[in-house]
T-cell receptor, first 110, second 113 residues
Framework: NAGVTQTPKFQVLKTGQSMTLQCAQDMNHEYMSWYRQDPGMGLRLIHYSVGAGITDQGEVPNGYNVSRSTTEDFPLRLLSAAPSQTSVYFC?????????FGPGTRLLVL | KQEVTQIPAALSVPEGENLVLNCSFTDSAIYNLQWFRQDPGKGLTSLLLIQSSQREQTSGRLNASLDKSSGRSTLYIAASQPGDSATYLCAPSNTGTASKLTFGTGTRLQVTL
C-alpha cells in the first residue's frame, strides 16, 4: 500500500492564481481531511469528508474548496491564491481509528 | 472549542534518560487521542492511539496515558535515543467529530549523545 500520497511536493504561485493540491489514499478509508501547518500555530483543519459526496468545513475554510467524488481522492482547490495561504498542507485519512498523514505539500504564494 | 496545550515547548536531554511529555485539553468529551511524531520537513507519523475508554497504551519504549476527566495525557519515552529527536504532537478528536483532530503546537525533543 502507498498509504496517503500528495502532489505536488512543492509549488510556487503568484497572488491570484488558482491550483489544486492532490491527495489520494489506497486504504479504503471513509474519512479524509486537509490541514495546514504554520509556524507557531500547530495544524489547523481546513475541510474534511466523512465519505464520497460528503464534505464539511473545518476551522479555516475560507479561500479553499473541496470535493469528494470517489473514496480514494480528496483534492483541495485554492481559488485565488493569497500570500496568507503560504503554508505546508497535509492530507490525512482514517476509519475513525489511527489517522494517516501524507508527506505534505509546501506552498509559497508570492 | 477544543484547545490543546503541550508542555514543555522544547526539551533537550542526554541519551538514556526517561522523559515525560505533557498534553492538556479543555474539552473532555473526546472520542480518542493520538500522539504523533514529526521529523523536520516531513509528515506526521502516528505513535499511539488511545480510545476514550482506555487509560493507557504502550508501544515498545513508548507509553501514553489518558485522564479524560482532567483533560490530560502524557507520553512517556523510556531510555531515550538520538533517533527519538523530533517534534511530538498531541491531538484529541471530539465525540461526534471523530475524524477531526485538534492539535497542540508540539514539544520539540532533542536527545544528545
Amino acid at each position: 500500500n502507498a498509504g496517503v500520497t500528495q502532489t505536488p511536493k512543492f509549488q510556487v504561485l503568484k497572488t491570484g492564481q488558482s491550483m489544486t493540491l492532490q491527495c489520494a489514499q489506497d486504504m479504503n478509508h471513509e474519512y479524509m481531511s486537509w490541514y495546514r501547518q504554520d509556524p507557531g500555530m500547530g495544524l489547523r483543519l481546513i475541510h474534511y469528508s466523512v465519505g464520497a459526496g460528503i464534505t464539511d468545513q473545518g476551522e479555516v475554510p475560507n479561500g479553499y474548496n473541496v470535493s469528494r467524488s470517489t473514496t480514494e481522492d480528496f483534492p483541495l482547490r485554492l481559488l485565488s491564491a493569497a500570500p496568507s495561504q503560504t503554508s505546508v498542507y497535509f492530507c490525512a485519512s482514517s476509519n475513525l481509528g489511527t489517522q494517516y498523514f501524507g508527506p505534505g505539500t509546501r506552498l509559497l504564494v508570492l | 472549542k477544543q484547545e490543546v496545550t503541550q508542555i514543555p515547548a522544547a526539551l533537550s536531554v542526554p541519551e538514556g534518560e526517561n522523559l515525560v511529555l505533557n498534553c492538556s485539553f479543555t474539552d473532555s468529551a473526546i472520542y480518542n487521542l493520538q500522539w504523533f511524531r514529526q521529523d523536520p520537513g516531513k509528515g506526521l507519523t502516528s505513535l499511539l492511539l488511545i480510545q476514550s475508554s482506555q487509560r493507557e497504551q504502550t508501544s515498545g519504549r513508548l507509553n501514553a496515558s489518558l485522564d479524560k476527566s482532567s483533560g490530560r495525557s502524557t507520553l512517556y519515552i523510556a531510555a531515550s535515543q538520538p533517533g527519538d529527536s523530533a517534534t511530538y504532537l498531541c491531538a484529541p478528536s471530539n465525540t461526534g467529530t471523530a475524524s477531526k483532530l485538534t492539535f497542540g503546537t508540539g514539544t520539540r525533543l532533542q536527545v544528545t549523545l
